[in-house]
C-alpha cells in the first residue's frame, strides 16, 4: 500500500515523504523554488552561482570542512540549477539522515559567500561555457531552448558572459537573501522513514528561516512564436531541433502526452527511430522528449546526422511529426502504455526513483501521485483520446533550428 | 543471505555459464549476455567488428525480423540495450519480474542472430554516423588518441567503434566469421539479478540456448608493452584543451585494485585533492581521474580540461598532484571518507539490478564468480594508508607517464 505523505509545516515548508521500510538508504532532496527564471533579467546566472558556492563556506566552518563532514556520514551530495528551482539532495545509510539534515539546514541558513569561491565559481563559469560549446548536442539544446520558450523559461542557468561581468558577491547575497526560505522549499524524502519523524526533524533544522510566507509556485507567463534559425559551426555532424508547445504536467492530457510521445519515441520500435534510423539510416541519434516548465510544456524532437543527410533527416522529422494523427495502430498504443507501465514498475524499485518521482508531483502538481495512480493514468489512455489530443494541439507552428556545416533549404 | 543462497551457477552441455542473483526485496530482474570478446579481439583491418556486430544482433535472427526485434523490447522491458567495450560485448534488458523469461528468451535469440545482408549496408551507414559523433566529441577524441598512442602497435589501440575506413570496408562475411568464432556458448554467460527463480532460469536458457553449438575459443590476449611519450592533436575548431596524463596501473583482477580505486578517489574523486586543488582555485571546470582497469593490464589516467591560455597551468597543477601522492602519504582521513562514501554506494547499487548485473558481469569475467554487495565492501574495508603507499611505489605517477594535449593548441612541442 502506498502511504506517501504530504505535509504543509508550519514553516512554511511543503514536504513529501515516502515510508519504504524495506529500502536500505534514505534519499532526501531539498528544493528552493528560484531558479535562471527568476533572476534580474541583467544578472543571469545567478542561481547557479549560488549553488555552487552557498557550501564553500558557513558561519561554523569553511567549505572543505563542510564537504568533508557529509564524508564522514559517507553521504553521496549533488545539487544543481534549473529553470524554476535550485535542489539540493543526499542519499545516505539511514542512521545519518537528521546529520545530513543539519548540514543542508547550515549552508541554506548560513552561508558565508566567501569573496574567493565565488570569483572561482565566475571563472568556471565562463569555462563552462566555452565546454558547452565544445559538445554540440548540448549547445544545440540550449539554443532551441531559448528559442522556444524565450528570453525567460528560455533561459540556460550557466547565464551569459556579458550578464556574469556585472555579477559580483552582493549580488549573491541579496538574491540568496531574496529566494532562500522555508516559505520557498519542498522537500522530498523516501526510503526507512516516518513522514511524521521527518516533518519534526526538518522543523528542528529549518524553522524560522525567513517568514514562512508561500511563495514562488506561480507559473512564469510565456508565449511561443515559430521561428527558424541556423548557426553556423564546423562541425562532423549537422544538429536538428524542432520544438513546438504541448500539455502542461497538470493538463488532463498529460498522460495522453506521454503515450503519444512514447509512440512517437518510445523505444527502438517508435516512429522515430523506426523511420530515421533503421529504415533509412540517416542518423545514429533520433529522439524526442517532452519539457515542462510549471504550468506549459513543450515538446522537442531532435536528430544529429552528417551534413549530406540533413536535407533528409529533416524532411523525416517533419513527417513523422505531421504523420502522428494518421494511422496510429491499437498495436502501437499498446506498445507504449506497456513500456510506460514497465518503466514505471521497474524504476519502482530505486529509492533515489521514488523520491525523485514525488519531487516532480509536488513541483508541478502540488500533490502527490501514487505509483497506481500513475500507471491507471497511462493504463486509461486509449485511442480516441490520442485523437481528440493530436486534434486539439495541431503542429503547424514549429520553432526549427540547426547546428553545424549545412543551412536547411528546404524549410 | 549467504552467498551460496544468493547466487546460483550452472553450466550448460554446451558450456554456456548462467549466473544468477537472488535479489531479496526486489520486484524487478535484469538479464543480459556477456559476450566475452571485444575491440581487443580484433585484427587491424577488422578494427570495429565487434561494435557493429553488436548493432547487427538486433537486426534479425531466423524468427524475428529487426522490427519484430524492436517490437518485443518494448512490449516488456523498461530499459534494454547493448554495449561494446575493448574486451566485452553485453546485451541486458530490466523488465518486471514476470516478463525475465521473455527477456531471456529474446535476447537468446539475438544471440542467434542471422546478420541479415539485407540490413548489413544500411546498418553500416548508422555506425559511420556514430563515428562522425563521435569525432565532435572532445572526451572522445581524447579518449581515442590516448589508446592510439598509449597501446601502440597492440590490439588495444584503436577505436573501440572502428575507423571509417575498416568499418566501411567490412563485409557481411567478415562479420559472420568474427561472429562464429566468438559468439559461441562456451564464449557467453547469461547473467540475471533480481527478483527471480534460479531454477526456473536455467530451465529457460536450457530450453533456449542448450541447443546451440560448442564452438571454438577465442585468441588470446597478450599484454600490451608499456610507453611512455607525448603525443599532441591539434583540432582547432574547439574552444578548450584537454590534457591527459596517463600511467600504468593494475590490472582488474589484481589485488590491489581497490586499493587503486581509493586513491584514484582521493585524488581525482568528488571532495578531492583534484577539486580543491584544481578545480576550485577555477583552473578548469572539470579536472579528474579515471582508471582503466583491463583483464591483464591498466591505466590510471589523469583528466583535465581548460582554456588554451591555461593548459600549462594546469598540467603544471596536475603533475604537482601526481608527485604529491608519491612523496608523502595520504591521510587516514581521506581513506576513511572514500570508504564511508562507498559504503553508501554499495547499498545504493544494491536495490537496482541493472547495476547488479555489471558488477556481476565484471566479477565473473574477471575473477570468475561474483561478490555479495558484503564482499565488496570487505574488499573496500581492507584498504589501509599504507596500501596505498605501496601502490605508488608499485605504479609511480610522478614519471613514465604518457603526457597527451588535444585541443586548439599545438602544445607542448613535440621531439
Given at each position: 500500500m502506498d502511504r506517501t505523505a504530504h505535509l504543509n509545516l508550519d514553516c512554511g515548508l511543503e514536504l513529501g515523504v515516502v515510508p519504504l521500510p524495506e529500502a536500505q538508504v534514505v534519499a532526501v532532496e531539498l528544493r528552493v523554488l528560484a531558479g535562471a527564471a527568476d533572476e534580474p533579467a541583467e544578472k543571469l546566472g545567478l542561481a547557479r552561482l549560488i549553488q555552487e558556492t552557498i557550501?564553500?563556506?558557513?558561519e561554523q566552518r569553511e567549505g572543505r570542512a563542510l564537504l568533508d563532514a557529509f564524508d564522514e556520514l559517507g553521504a553521496s551530495v549533488g545539487s544543481w540549477a534549473g529553470r524554476e528551482a535550485t535542489g539540493f539532495s543526499f542519499v545516505c545509510l539511514p542512521e545519518f539522515v537528521e546529520r545530513a539534515v543539519e548540514l543542508h539546514a547550515e549552508f541554506l541558513r548560513r552561508p558565508t559567500f566567501p569573496e574567493d569561491a565565488v570569483q572561482t565559481a565566475l571563472a568556471l563559469a565562463e569555462q563552462e561555457m566555452a565546454a558547452l560549446e565544445d559538445d554540440p548536442p548540448s549547445l544545440a539544446d540550449k539554443l532551441i531552448s531559448r528559442q522556444g520558450f524565450g528570453p525567460v523559461l528560455g533561459r540556460h542557468p550557466l547565464g551569459e558572459r556579458e550578464t556574469l561581468a556585472r555579477i559580483g558577491r552582493d549580488d549573491l547575497v541579496e538574491h540568496w537573501r531574496r529566494t532562500f526560505a522555508t516559505g520557498r522549499m519542498q522537500v522530498t524524502a523516501a526510503g526507512p522513514v516516518e513522514p511524521d519523524a521527518v516533518a519534526a526533524m526538518i522543523e528542528r533544522h529549518l524553522?524560522?528561516?525567513?517568514?514562512g510566507e508561500r511563495t514562488g509556485r506561480e507559473r512564469f507567463e510565456f508565449s511561443f512564436a515559430p521561428a527558424r534559425s541556423h548557426h553556423s559551426k564546423e562541425l562532423e555532424q549537422e544538429q536538428i531541433a524542432i520544438c513546438f508547445p504541448s500539455a502542461a504536467v497538470t493538463d488532463a492530457d498529460f498522460p495522453v502526452e506521454r503515450v503519444l510521445l512514447g509512440v512517437l519515441s518510445g523505444g527502438m520500435s517508435a516512429r522515430l527511430f523506426t523511420e530515421v534510423?533503421?529504415?533509412?539510416?540517416?542518423?545514429y541519434d533520433v529522439h524526442a522528449m517532452n519539457d515542462n516548465p510549471r504550468g506549459w510544456g513543450m515538446i522537442f524532437v531532435s536528430a544529429s546526422c552528417k551534413p549530406d543527410r540533413a536535407e533528409t533527416t529533416f524532411r523525416t522529422l517533419l513527417r513523422e511529426i505531421d504523420r502522428l494523427s494518421e494511422d496510429l495502430t491499437e498495436d502501437e498504443l499498446d506498445r507504449a502504455r506497456s513500456r510506460i507501465i514497465a518503466r514505471e514498475e521497474t524504476l519502482a524499485d530505486l529509492t533515489r526513483s521514488r523520491r525523485s518521482a514525488l519531487s516532480y508531483d509536488l513541483f508541478h502538481r502540488g500533490h502527490p501521485l501514487s505509483l497506481e495512480e500513475r500507471i491507471e493514468q497511462i493504463r486509461g489512455v486509449t485511442a480516441d483520446d490520442l485523437s481528440r489530443y493530436l486534434a486539439g494541439h495541431p503542429r503547424d507552428r514549429l520553432s526549427i533550428l540547426t547546428l553545424g556545416p549545412h543551412e536547411l533549404t528546404d524549410v | 543471505m549467504s552467498t551460496a543462497d544468493r547466487f546460483h551457477f550452472h553450466t550448460l552441455d554446451n558450456g554456456l555459464r548462467i549466473v544468477t542473483e537472488r535479489m531479496p526485496g526486489i520486484r524487478s530482474a535484469a538479464a543480459g549476455f556477456l559476450a566475452r570478446t571485444g575491440s581487443r579481439d580484433e585484427v587491424p583491418e577488422l578494427a570495429g567488428v565487434s561494435h557493429f556486430l553488436e548493432h547487427m544482433c538486433f537486426k534479425g535472427t531466423a524468427k524475428r525480423t529487426w522490427e519484430q526485434i524492436n517490437v518485443d523490447f518494448d512490449r516488456i522491458a523498461a530499459d534494454y540495450n547493448a554495449f561494446t567495450s575493448e574486451e566485452r560485448t553485453f546485451y541486458y534488458g530490466w523488465v518486471r519480474h514476470e516478463d525475465v523469461g521473455k527477456q531471456i528468451e529474446l535476447l537468446s535469440d539475438m544471440m542467434r542472430s542471422r546478420l541479415p545482408s539485407a540490413e548489413f549496408d544500411m546498418e553500416k551507414k548508422v555506425v559511420l554516423d556514430e563515428i562522425a559523433r563521435s569525432k565532435d566529441q572532445l572526451m572522445h577524441v581524447a579518449y581515442d588518441l590516448h589508446h592510439e598512442k598509449v597501446f601502440a602497435d597492440h590490439a588495444l589501440s584503436w577505436p573501440i567503434l572502428g575507423h571509417d575506413r575498416t568499418v566501411g570496408a567490412l563485409t557481411r562475411d567478415q562479420m559472420h566469421s568474427y561472429f562464429e568464432a566468438r559468439y559461441a556458448p562456451n564464449n557467453l554467460v547469461l547473467i540475471v539479478a533480481g527478483n527471480v527463480d534460479p531454477a526456473q532460469i536455467v530451465e529457460h536458457a536450457a530450453e533456449y540456448c542448450g541447443k546451440w553449438p560448442t564452438g571454438p575459443i577465442g585468441p588470446t590476449r597478450t599484454a600490451p608493452a608499456t610507453r611512455a611519450g607525448t603525443a599532441v592533436q591539434q583540432i582547432e575548431r574547439f574552444n578548450q584543451q584537454l590534457i591527459v596524463l596517463s600511467f600504468a596501473a593494475p590490472s582488474a583482477a589484481d589485488p590491489m585494485h581497490e586499493t587503486a580505486n581509493a586513491a584514484t578517489q582521493i585524488l581525482g574523486g568528488a571532495n578531492s585533492r583534484f577539486f580543491w586543488n584544481i578545480v576550485q582555485t577555477g583552473l578548469s571546470p572539470d579536472a579528474s581521474c579515471y582508471r582503466l582497469p583491463y583483464s591483464d593490464c591498466g591505466r590510471l589516467l589523469l583528466w583535465g580540461q581548460t582554456d588554451p591560455d591555461k593548459c600549462e597551468e594546469l598540467a603544471k597543477a596536475m603533475q604537482t598532484e601526481a608527485g604529491r601522492m608519491c612523496t608523502s602519504k595520504v591521510d587516514e582521513h581521506e581513506v576513511q571518507r572514500v570508504k564511508n562514501k562507498r559504503r553508501t554506494s554499495l547499498a545504493v547499487e544494491a536495490e537496482a539490478p541493472y547495476h547488479r548485473l555489471l558488477q556481476i558481469m565484471d566479477d565473473v569475467d574477471l575473477r570468475g564468480e561474483p561478490r555479495t554487495i558484503e564482499q565488496r565492501l570487505a574488499a573496500v574495508d581492507a584498504v589501509t594508508v599504507d596500501g596505498i603507499a605501496e601502490y605508488f611505489e608499485r605504479y609511480s605517477i610522478d614519471r613514465d607517464g604518457f603526457f597527451l594535449s588535444v585541443g586548439p593548441l599545438d602544445w607542448p612541442p613535440v621531439n
Open positions: 557550501n564553500k563556506g558557513t524553522a524560522g528561516f525567513g517568514d534510423r533503421e529504415k533509412q539510416g540517416l542518423a | -
